[in-house]
């Protein structure tokens, strides 16, 4: 058991691109005695240090490529897949993306992300609740993402454990979805705290359900009040523009001499 959040980290990532699978140790170097509190609460700190340097590595190494990197985090089912298939269609031909997706079984979302033509790696952990950057840093050796692309790092769905592993992304996109309830931002602080945009999804469900937009938005600023937020549906498309507009601001065009 990882001592940091109480998942399974340490089991076996299993890599998959679509027409290539090959599994590899995870490596953490975690100690599992939960003998003594002192103990645990060093063992998580090195966890998350160690995991801090990590990511520190692929930051410099996306910062070197000009590749933005986003961390899609939300619960199970907001829609961080549904998003990504109608981005990677609307915005194909304007800016190169690939993709990671974490789950903890399945290839089925690489198969969604592999169906709209784009490169992905699958990275299954297991019983473990969060990507990190270790994990990350092994997808993206065997994904190679290009120069000044834009890498979408789709997290495991939890909106609790992601928030303490910096992946070395650029930004974190926070997602909800209008069935969620509006009390999410109060019940997760730290999600909504460490991230820089949240995304309310499934703004076509709304006459359907008591959700209250303008307390969700009230209660995402008092845990974090630089956060920005977009309302959008992937179903029906509405809002998606300010999402595109959104990523288009990030990506930073190279210099020309
Ligand atoms: N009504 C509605 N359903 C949506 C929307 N976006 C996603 N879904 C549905 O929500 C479910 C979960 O979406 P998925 O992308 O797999 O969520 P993920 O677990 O966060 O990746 C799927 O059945 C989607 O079709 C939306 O904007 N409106
Ligand atoms: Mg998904």
Known sequence: MCA?????????????????????????????????????????KDVLHQNDLLAERNRGYFDAKNILALNLVSSPGSGKT???????????????????????????????????????????????????????????????????????????GNLVCPAMFDLGEKERVVIISVTEGDDKPLKYPDMFYSSTLCII??????????????????????????????ELSCTNGEGLDRWYDWLKSKVLVPETV
């Open 4 to 44: 940091t959040c109480g998942c399974d980290a340490e089991g076996k990532v299993t890599m998959h691109e679509p027409g290539h699978q090959h599994e590899h140790d995870h490596g953490h170097q975690h100690d599992h005695s939960h003998d003594h509190h002192r103990k645990v609460v060093d063992v998580e």
């Open 82 to 156: 549904a998003l990504l298939e109608r981005t990677l269609t609307d915005l194909k031909g304007q800016l190169q993306f690939c993709v990671i997706e974490g789950d903890q079984q399945t290839t089925n979302d690489a198969d969604r992300i592999h169906a709209t033509g784009t490169k992905v790696v699958q990275i299954n952990t297991g019983k473990g609740c969060h990507l990190d950057a270790h994990m990350v840093l092994h997808a993206v050796q065997g994904i190679k993402p290009a120069e000044n692309s834009v890498l979408f790092i789709e997290n495991v």
């Open 201 to 230: 999804n499934k703004t076509d469900l709304l006459p359907y359900v008591p959700f209250d937009m303008e307390k969700v938005k009230i209660n995402a600023k008092k845990v974090n009040h630089k956060l920005e937020i977009i």
